[in-house]
């Protein structure tokens, strides 16, 4: 299983960015799909989750700005993301908890990271 992440980018505060992450590989279907980011010299953090059953979740300081989504079909998770703000620079890395492959169950896959800087 590999996850590619692209969409990251510069932009205004103020502004949007899309980002995508598509898993590859003999999948047949995908749990708990996310994303989390890095900023310098801080902890990687949870953005946002979205289940199976399309059950989202979001950290607090993204609350009303980002939208997470996913679609099965392509194996792909998506993050849209308004209002940009100076503090959302970071390096946004996309993660799957739990992916069945045919070989069965693998776990905690991660993409290789994007990213995303806000600056005027």
């Known amino acids: 299983v590999q996850l590619q992440a692209s969409g990251g980018g510069l932009v205004q505060p103020g502004g949007s960015l899309a980002l995508s992450c598509e898993a590859s590989?003999?999948?047949?279907?995908?749990?708990?799909m996310s994303w989390y980011r890095q900023a310098p010299g801080k902890q990687r953090e949870l953005v946002a989750s979205?289940?199976?059953?399309?059950?989202?979740n979001y950290a607090d300081f993204v609350k009303g700005r980002f939208t997470i989504s996913r679609d099965d079909a392509e194996n792909t998770v998506y993050l849209q993301m308004n209002s940009l703000k100076p503090e959302d620079t970071a390096v946004y890395y996309c993660?799957?908890?739990?992916?069945?492959?045919?070989?069965?169950?693998?776990?905690?896959?991660w993409g290789q990271g994007t990213q995303v800087t806000v600056s005027s």
């Open positions: 979205v289940g199976r059953d399309g059950k989202t």
């Open positions: 590989g003999t999948i047949r279907s995908i749990n708990l």
């Open positions: 993660n799957v908890d739990r992916v069945w492959t045919a070989e069965g169950p693998s776990y905690d896959w």
